[in-house]
Structures are given as structure tokens and as C-alpha cells.
Nanobody, 128 residues
């Protein structure tokens, strides 16, 4: 397992942008770094993943074109740039890391149970 620390949440108006940051204690132990979110009364949902060694990225249709995941290996940090935010994007956002290198297959990147480490979460609120 690795330790993950998120930052960057906050409140924005619809159409606004936020960038979330996730710093890991050891990026070398993770094949995938991802972001999930959980809104009140809803299931936890994967919103972005990056295959660390190849920089391949994955998104669900709900955020494709608006969210961008990236990473800086030297800083052991993953980022989630969120643009054109909508009220339905309001949730607690969690960073997750997985040592399983097969998550690219069969949308494994979107399965929370495949991740071994989680951050504490950061609140994102989109409201006018």
C-alpha cells in the first residue's frame, strides 16, 4: 500500500474549473492512479484513471472532454483538471492507487475493489 494525500477541492459556480492534486508516498508501487467520486445517495463512481507507465488515460462518458487526468512522476503526483463543472459533479473526490497492471482490460480501472490505497477525499461543490 501507499499513502495518498489529496488537495484542491472547493466550491465553484457551474462552468467553472478546479484542479485536484494527489500526492503518493511511492508512485513506483502503482500501475494505475485514479480518481473516484461519491455523491450523497449515489454509488462511488470512477471519473478518471491513468496507466502510470504509459500515460494512457481512461474516462467515463459523463466526464469525457471535461476532465483530464495527468501525472508528474518526479513529484509522485497525479492531477485531475476539471473544466465546465456541473452541479451533478458535486461529490467527495477520492484518489486511488492500484498495483494491478491489468486494469486496462475490461474497464478494470473503474472497479473500486481493484485499488489497494485510497486518499481521505476532498469535497467539490458546484453551485450557483
Amino acid at each position: 500500500q501507499v499513502q495518498l494525500v489529496e488537495s484542491g477541492g472547493g466550491s465553484v459556480q457551474p462552468g467553472g474549473s478546479l484542479i485536484l492534486t494527489c500526492t503518493t508516498s511511492d508512485i513506483g508501487k502503482s500501475h494505475f492512479m485514479s480518481w473516484f467520486r461519491r455523491a450523497p445517495g449515489k454509488e462511488r463512481e470512477a471519473v478518471a484513471a491513468i496507466y502510470v507507465n504509459y500515460d494512457t488515460t481512461y474516462y467515463p462518458d459523463s466526464v469525457k472532454g471535461r476532465f483530464t487526468i495527468s501525472k508528474d512522476r518526479a513529484k509522485a503526483t497525479a492531477y485531475l483538471q476539471m473544466n465546465n463543472l456541473k452541479p451533478e459533479d458535486s461529490a467527495i473526490y477520492y484518489c486511488a492507487a492500484a498495483s494491478d497492471g491489468t486494469l486496462w482490460s475490461n474497464n478494470g480501472w473503474a472497479v473500486a475493489g481493484r485499488y489497494h490505497s485510497w486518499g481521505q477525499g476532498t469535497q467539490v461543490t458546484v453551485s450557483s
